[in-house]
C-alpha cells in the first residue's frame, strides 16, 4: 500500500456528495461512536455490547474465540488514546472477538475514530484488486492501511472533501471515517494496477 498513489483515492470524492444521511449505517453510526465517546472507562459490559452492535453491520454472527476479557478490556481501555495500540494487542482482541480483524477494526474505530479506521474487504477490494481472508486478516496489512489513511487525509484537498462529507450526512465525522467512506463507496471498483 505504501505505493498506492493518494491521488488515486482522491479522483473518487465526489461520489460521497450522494450519501444519504438516513441510511441505516449512518444512522446507526453516530450512536456507535456516541456509546464510546460518553464512558470513562469501558466495563466488560461495554465490550461485550460494543462487539455485538458492530457485528450488526457484518454478515456473521458474533462469537467470542476466547475468555480473555480482562486483557482485552485494558487493551480497548488503552485503544482511546492517540497511539495505536501494538501489533499483539491487535491479535489479543482478534482471538477474542471471532477472530476477525474485520471485526475488531470496526470496534476500535468506534472506541477511536481519530486513530483507526475500519477494515473490510470492499476496502481492501477497492485498494488491492483482491480481498482474500488471509490478507484481510493480517494486521500489518492493517497498519499500512492505517497509514495510507493518514496519507490521504493529510493532503490539501482532503479538508474540503471531509467538510462535504458531513455536510451531506449531517454530522461530525472524523477524517478517518471520511477516506475509508470514500474507499468503501467506490468499491465496485479498484485502483490496484493489476
Known amino acids: 500500500m505504501n505505493n498506492i498513489n493518494v491521488n488515486d483515492i482522491l479522483q473518487h470524492a465526489d461520489s460521497l456528495q450522494y450519501e444519504d444521511p438516513e441510511h441505516t449505517y449512518h444512522r446507526s453510526y453516530r450512536h456507535f461512536v456516541n456509546y464510546f465517546s460518553d464512558k470513562n472507562e ?34 480497548l481501555n488503552k485503544a482511546r488514546l492517540p497511539e495505536r495500540i501494538s501489533s499483539n494487542e491487535i491479535l489479543i482482541l482478534k482471538s477474542l472477538i471471532n477472530n476477525s480483524l474485520v471485526g475488531v477494526s470496526k470496534l476500535l474505530h468506534f472506541i477511536n475514530p481519530k486513530v483507526y ?16 481472508k488471509y490478507i484481510i486478516g493480517k494486521v500489518d496489512v492493517y497498519w499500512q492501511y492505517l497509514d495510507l489513511c493518514q496519507r490521504v487525509s493529510a493532503e490539501l484537498d482532503f479538508k474540503a472533501i471531509h467538510s462535504k462529507f458531513e455536510s451531506s450526512v449531517n454530522y461530525e465525522v472524523s477524517a478517518l471515517r471520511v477516506v475509508e ?14
Not at 51 to 58: I, L, P, Q, S
Not at 117 to 132: E, N, T
Open 117 to 132: 479506521a475500519i477494515w473490510d474487504s470492499r476496502v481492501c477490494y477497492f485498494l488491492l484488486g483482491k480481498s482474500h
Open 42 to 75: 469501558f466495563t466488560e459490559q461495554d465490550l461485550i455490547i460494543g462487539a455485538n452492535f458492530t457485528y450488526g453491520w457484518m454478515p456473521t454472527i458474533m462469537n467470542f474465540k476466547s475468555n480473555n476479557f480482562d486483557e482485552s478490556l485494558k487493551i
Open 181 to 194: 467512506q470514500l474507499m468503501f463507496v467506490n468499491s465496485n471498483m479498484t485502483i490496484a494496477k493489476l
